[in-house]
Each structure stands twice: as C-alpha cells, then as structure tokens.
C-alpha cells in the first residue's frame, strides 16, 4: 500500500525518473539494435552461406577480400575426405549503376549457379546465365529495382549489363547488399588479363564435419563463424557496442541508485517512525524494491514504445543499421529493472540500518 | 498484576568520562486504565525511561515486565513484535506518514502483518469518528493542522489494541487549549478501553490532568503520586 500510494501521490519524482529511466533504455535498445544491425551489415550473408566450413587462402589471413584460390586448391579442398559437398565462392565489391547517375556500391558474390551456394530466391528465379544477377530484398526496395530490371556494373574499363533474374533475402556483406552472379562473371568483375592466370574462386565453402582445422599448402579451413569473426573490423564494431551498451546499463543503475539513495535519506526519520511502530524492516525494504520495480518496469514499458514508434517512422524509411528483434528489447528492458535493482540495493541496506530511537529524538 | 512493571531499570549512555546515566534504578509500576504523567525537567531521562518501556532501547541493568514478561529478553524480531501488537507510541512531533491521508496512516498499520483487515477498517473509522477526526479522514497528513496530526497519532498507538500507550510530549507543538484538548482525547481513550499510558510531559497543566503524578530528575524518580 505504502509504495503504490506515494508513487501515486509524488508523481511528479516519480514520473521524472520513470521518463530518465525510459530515456536510457531507450538508449540501450538503440544500442543493442544498432549492434545486431551492424552485426547482420557485417556479414549476415556470410553466415546465411549453406555451409558450416570455409576454405581461405593459406596468406589471407582469413580475410575474404585477400583469399585467392587457385584451380588447384579448390580441387585439393574438395577432395578432402571429410568434405561431403565444396563448391567455390568469389567475392568483389562493385559499384553498380542502376539508374542513369545513381549507383551504389555491393558485394557481388560469384557461385556455380545451381550449387548449394546459390542461394534459394524469394521472389523471381535462379541463375540462368552469365549476364544475370540475383539482387538483395532490402536493397531492392530502397532502391527501387525489380525482377527483370537491368544493372551495369564496370568490368576494366567497360561496363556491362546484368538482369535481375531474381530476388534473394541473404542480407548484407561488408555493409553492402549481397548480389549473386555466375563465379565466371565474378572472374570477369575481378580480374584482367590471360585467363588462365586468373584465380578460381575466393573462398571454398564447405559441408561436411571435422574440417575445422584442416589445412593445405595453400588454403586453411576455418568454421563459417571463425571466419565471420574475422571479417574485418567485426571484433571491434561489437565490442565498441557492448561498451556502449554497458555504459548506460552502469548509467542507469547509478541513475536510479542515486534517486532512490536520496529518496530513502529524506526519509529516515519517517522509517524511524515506522520502525518504531513496528513495521518490519522487511516490508519497508520490499515496498523500496516495488518502487524501483515499478519505475524500471515503467521505464522499460516506455522505451519498447518509442523504439517501436522509432522503428515505424525513422527506421522504416531509411538504411539506418538498426535491428530491432523482440529478444533485444527483452534483454534491453530486463537488464535496465536489473540496473535499477542492483543500484538501489544501497537505499535498502540504508533503510535495513535505520534505528527506531530515532522516532522519538527528533523534537 | 500491573500491565508495566519497571525494577531498578538503568540505561547509560557513553564509557568512561563521556558516560551518561540517563536513568537510575528506576522502579515504576502502571496498572490497567491508568495514566501517568512523566515530569521533569529537559535531560532529565524522560524520553529514555520511555524507549526503554517501549523496547527501543535496552537496559543497562533491571528488568522490565509487561503483562508479567521481561521484554529486555526479547531478539530484535520479538521487539518488532512487542512494538507493533503491544505498544501504541504517540511521538513528539509530527510523524505521519505525510503523503497518506489520516484513515491511510492508520490503515497502514494493518500492513505490518497479523491482523484483520476488516476489522482493522472498522477500528479505524469508529477511532476516527471518537477522536472528532470522521472530517478530516480523507486528508491528507501534510494538510491536517497541528492538533489534528496529534489525534491522528492517538488514534493510531490504538489501532492495533496495544496493552500499553507511550506517549512523547504529545503537546509540544500545540498551544495549552489544543493541547488539552488532545490530552483529554487520549485520558478517555485510555480510561474506556482500559489501556495503561505513560504520558511524558514538561507542562504541569497537562501532568495535572493524568491520574498519577511521576516526577523525575537526573535519571532518578523524586516523587510518586496519585492525582485523585
Ligand atoms: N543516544 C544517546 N547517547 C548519549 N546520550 C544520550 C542519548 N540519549 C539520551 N542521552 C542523554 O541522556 C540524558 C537523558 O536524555 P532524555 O532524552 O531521556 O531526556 P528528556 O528528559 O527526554 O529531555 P527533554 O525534555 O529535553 O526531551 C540526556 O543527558 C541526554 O543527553
Ligand atoms: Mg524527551
């Protein structure tokens, strides 16, 4: 009773810190959203590859953009015996030009059409050929491209005409949307000059189990995930965002601390009273609880509906990297009612030590 | 048997050169429906022999009996215990809890645990009603005048039926015709539902209106006498 009624009777205290309490887990679900965002940016469409190994290039340093294979290698890689299916992979980022004037750039991945790395179409159909290309969803739209459309993308000194012949939902790769195009195509994107010298394909991707590890003169295998890690500046983007991310749980927690800190000094001597009239110190420091409780759940209530609000008006509309899942705003919300529990612990153990008498020494 | 029983009951404070005696080898017994005023001057250990009857503090020495057991045995829970079934304190000051209103403050005591709520509601309004509050029951602390607070705390120390009313000064802060007034509530508060009351008091008006005349000095009893 007594916690529900001062929150209702103090509203403006509490309806303060409940609106700094939604502010920061509003944060915090950016954050995480922003992190999951980047994440999926960074190479969702590896992950999506139909595979669990990867083959890189010995001196790649497991770095798509450096790993070259040659006609040998991929041949060595598919004879492995624990490799019950291996198909090469080439990857290249191209700036492609979709209407007169306006381009962007992608990462144009080069798969046997038909292989299990081509991936399945959502809307359209598969590779038919080597001037066709198959195009990311989300691009698609913000883009405004269709089935049938055509793109031109620089192949040396020239440019030369691709069809969509299909949609793909595999996400992005390098901050780009994922294209697929015949691996001979690839080639041509990637490399001039005497064909032969030419390398066959970037990576190896590979089903099968017991690879991780295995190794050749000239390729190393890794699991699909090992080498999602080493996707360029993954490590650090995702630890930048979970310090972030830490940074306005501790915000929080000492935010709502400190207020319910100073909330429980104001009231000592009425505690005092209401230990001496024999509350027990218990239910004064589970009704403290509620009221954290309360403003944290609150708090948290809020900022799911500003981040869904943000995410039907900002996010829809642009290419922000922002990924707003139910499990983020879950984690967001439990940790900030945490945050706040774990801060007011110290007005709890100060409301544990208050000592009756003092009812009766104030004048 | 008297419901309060004090036997050489002393309390100091400190160690040392820095050692207070606030109360000396104070016997002092209270019987049922009786009111005795507590006088002396300030320092005097009023407010100590007070926090003692009630449990908040422990004797240095003595014993002290209510309804024939010794409190100074009880664990700090068992105190909570005594505190809240047994004992109705009336403080000083003001020390409602401000943001509830007057039937609030004494409804809360329910929430302490081992009661009726029904009952406890019915209590409430027919104290609320006794004490000339029934107006005012709907307000909220912070807007209730001085002598309203001080019925308020009467009638909460009674909420819970207690054996033993300890009352602090109830009229410090109010002027001497409120003040008797609220003194005067809490006589026949006391007298009709035969509870036994210590009133601590400077104010010899006020002591005068108790059935038994303590007086103390320096910690020790110097005086012990009915008033009619
Ligand atoms: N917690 C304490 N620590 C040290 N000394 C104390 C403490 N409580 C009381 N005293 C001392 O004990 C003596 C009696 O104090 P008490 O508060 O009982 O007096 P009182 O008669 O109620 O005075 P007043 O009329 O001013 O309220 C005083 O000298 C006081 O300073
Ligand atoms: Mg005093």
Redesign the interface.
């Known amino acids: 009773?007594?916690a529900l009624?001062?929150i209702r009777?103090?509203k403006l205290q509490f309806g303060f810190v409940t609106g700094v309490v939604a502010l920061i887990a509003y944060l915090i679900i950016m954050v995480t959203g922003l992190g999951l965002g980047l994440y999926d940016a960074a190479g969702t469409a590896l992950l999506n590859l139909n595979g669990d190994h990867l083959a890189y290039a010995a001196n790649s340093n497991f770095s798509v953009i450096r790993s070259r294979l040659a006609e040998a290698d991929v041949a060595e890689v598919r004879a492995l015996p624990g490799a019950e299916a291996a198909t090469p992979i080439g990857y290249v980022a191209a700036v492609i030009e979709y209407a007169p004037e306006e381009t962007d750039t992608a990462a144009i991945i080069g798969v046997i059409p038909g292989s299990f790395a081509e991936p399945e179409v959502v809307e359209g159909r598969p590779l038919g050929g080597p001037d066709e290309i198959l195009i990311d969803r989300s691009w698609a739209r913000l883009a405004g491209t269709r089935v049938g459309d055509s793109l031109a993308l620089p192949i040396g000194f020239q440019t030369r005409n691709f069809t969509v012949a299909g949609i793909v939902d595999q996400g992005y790769f390098f901050f780009q949307p994922a294209m697929y195009v015949d691996i001979d195509s690839w080639q041509e994107l990637n490399f001039q000059g005497d064909p032969a010298d030419r390398p066959a394909a970037s990576l190896v991707l590979l089903q099968g189990r017991d690879l991780d590890g295995l190794r050749g003169e000239n390729w190393r295998v890794v699991t699909k995930e090992d080498g999602f890690n080493n996707i360029e500046g993954v490590q650090a983007q995702q630890s930048t965002v979970d310090a972030l991310r830490y940074m306005g749980l501790l915000i929080g927690a000492m935010v709502i601390g400190v207020f319910f800190y100073v909330i429980t000094l104001q009231k000592v001597?009425?505690l005092g009273?209401?230990?001496?009239?024999?509350?027990?110190?218990s239910?004064l420091i589970v009704q403290g609880l509620l009221q954290v409780l309360i403003v944290c759940a609150l708090g948290a209530v809020i900022a799911v509906g500003l981040a869904l609000l943000t995410e039907a008006t900002v996010l829809a509309s642009d290419a922000i990297p922002i990924n707003f899942t139910t499990g983020a705003m879950t984690t967001a919300s439990i940790s900030v009612v945490i945050a706040g529990v774990v801060g007011s612990l110290l007005s709890a153990r100060q409301v544990a030590s208050v000592d009756?008498?003092i009812?009766?020494?104030?004048? | 048997m008297p419901i309060l029983q004090l036997s050489e009951v002393s309390r100091s404070f400190g160690q040392g050169a820095r050692r207070v005696d606030a109360v000396r080898e104070v016997s002092l017994q209270v019987d049922r429906g009786e009111v005795v005023a507590l006088e002396g001057p300030s320092g005097s250990g009023k407010?100590t022999l007070?926090?003692l009857a009630?449990a908040?503090?422990t004797p240095t020495a003595g014993e002290i009996l209510v309804d024939g057991e010794d409190i100074t045995k009880y664990g700090a829970?068992a105190r909570?215990?005594y505190?809240?079934?047994r004992?109705?304190?009336v403080?000083?000051?003001s020390?409602m809890?401000?943001?509830?209103t007057a039937r609030?403050n004494l409804?809360?005591?329910g929430?302490?645990?081992a009661i009726d709520r029904p009952a406890l509601r019915r209590r409430a309004d027919e104290l609320l009603e006794q004490l000339d509050l029934a107006g005012v029951r709907d307000q909220?602390a912070t807007s209730l005048s001085g002598g309203e607070r001080q019925r308020v705390a009467i009638a909460?120390?009674l909420m819970?039926d207690p054996t033993l009313l300890l009352v602090?000064e109830p009229t410090?802060s109010l002027n001497f015709e409120l003040g008797a007034r609220v003194v005067d509530a809490l006589l026949s508060e006391v007298h009709l539902r035969d509870k036994a009351c210590i009133m601590v008091t400077h104010d010899d008006r006020m002591a005068q209106r108790a059935d038994r005349l303590v007086e103390i000095l320096d910690g020790a009893i110097v005086s012990d006498r009915p008033l009619r």
């Open positions: 009773m007594l009624l001062e009777r103090r001597s009425l009273v209401l230990k001496a009239i024999g509350a027990p110190g239910y009756p008498i009812a009766m020494q104030q004048q | 407010t007070l926090a009630g908040l503090l829970r909570t215990r505190r809240r079934d004992v109705g304190f403080f000083q000051g020390n809890v401000p943001f509830l609030e409804l809360l005591v929430d302490f645990g909220v909460r120390a819970r602090d410090a």
